[in-house]
């Protein structure tokens, strides 16, 4: 394990230098990893896996779409490629990664087919940590482990191809073997992870929907929704309010950050944009800390998951979404985003003509 230092506070970080790939391998050599679910996280975490020379299977629901992406990545039915019935049968470690509202349901399932010895894998704390809710209450003669790739299984995936790897965080909520710390970094090297952050299942849940909700999605959606609002009511075209608001940002900026840092962006844009940004971004902070303050609480307490879980089980929750999705689509800022990204592909494909 490495020690290294985050803005004056040392974390104990592993990294795939002092656990290869080979050690991991190793490790889990008797082991089948049942990866039941082929949705958000199934196909990166069991493609990588597989990748990787670890024996795994899939458990899917026969005639689903899902089912019909497995066969497409190469996952063969009766040898690879089984009910989640069956694929929970033969699986020694059990790679939980069905949708929240899936997990919930089939629990009674998988619950059945935890016998002593196996493990269990989440890769998001939602169902043990609200466990009030959910029921999900592990057999205590099993591992209970957790590894979450800080992204999708899409960009797990795609960066695992490229050589490099996503960072994950990782836990331990219930040590059955005495070996389930190890098990979980093995794991987590063996999904594709670079490098592997230790938490628990509630930090994780309650930093996943807290940044979910937040910057990573509901607050970025909203801010780009109010400031598009503000320039068209003000007289910009939508190209100039949406190229302002989202192609700027997408395009150019958030790249830069990721790659530099905000200092660094703050050091290389024009005096104008510096000056204005140093002085409004305390604004923008003090607006936001109260509401994100009430996301926080809100997830604490449990009335985030309590809404997921009533809105998610509800009979006709994915006509209602789809009508929530549709008004986001039809909008006239991802309408002029849409066709912005058109332009942006078109030009690509002229500079390959070339």
């Not at 490495?2 to 889990?28: C, H, M, S, W």
């Not at 930090?203 to 320039?231: C, F, H, N, P, W």
Request: proline share 3%.
């Amino acid at each position: 394990m490495a020690t290294i230092n985050f803005g004056g506070v040392d974390e104990t970080v592993i990294t795939r230098d002092e656990y290869p790939l080979f050690k991991a391998q190793a490790y889990l050599k008797d082991e089948v990893i049942a990866v039941i679910g082929y949705g958000v996280q199934g196909p990166g975490q069991a493609l990588n896996l597989r990748d990787n020379g670890f024996n795994v299977i899939i458990g899917q629901r026969q005639d689903s779409p899902s089912w019909e992406k497995a066969l497409q990545d190469g996952w063969v039915e009766g040898e690879t490629l089984f009910s989640i019935e069956e694929a929970a049968e033969r699986g020694t470690i059990i790679a939980n990664l069905l949708s929240d509202a899936g997990q919930i349901a089939l629990w009674p399932t998988l619950k059945a087919r935890l016998t002593p010895g196996k493990t269990l894998y989440f890769s998001h704390g939602f169902g043990i940590t609200f466990n009030d809710q959910t029921n999900i209450i592990p057999p205590a003669n099993v591992d209970v482990i957790l590894v979450a790739p800080k992204g999708s299984g899409t960009s797990l995936r795609r960066l695992y191809l490229q050589g490099g790897g996503l960072n994950s965080s990782f836990a331990v909520y219930q040590d059955a073997s005495g070996d389930a710390y190890e098990k979980a970094i093995a794991l987590g090297i063996g999904v594709g992870s670079g490098y592997l952050f230790e938490t628990d299942f509630k930090k994780e849940v309650y930093s996943d929907l807290t940044g979910e909700r937040g910057v990573l999605m509901g607050a970025l959606a909203g801010i780009i929704e109010a400031q598009y609002q503000v320039l068209r009511q003000r007289g910009h075209s939508p190209s100039e309010a949406f190229n302002e608001t989202v192609e700027e940002l997408t395009q150019s900026l958030v790249p830069l950050v990721g790659e530099n840092g905000m200092d660094w962006m703050f050091s290389n844009c024009s005096v104008t944009a510096q000056r204005g940004a140093l002085d409004w971004k305390g604004r923008f902070r003090e607006a936001t800390l109260p509401v994100l303050n009430e996301l926080y609480d809100s997830v604490a307490s449990g009335k985030e998951a309590e809404r997921t879980i009533q809105r998610g089980s509800t009979p006709n929750y994915r006509q209602e979404l789809e009508v929530e999705l549709k008004e986001i689509r039809e909008s006239e800022l991802w309408q002029t985003g849409a066709t912005v990204r058109q332009l942006r592909s078109l030009k690509k494909t002229q500079e390959a003509d070339a």
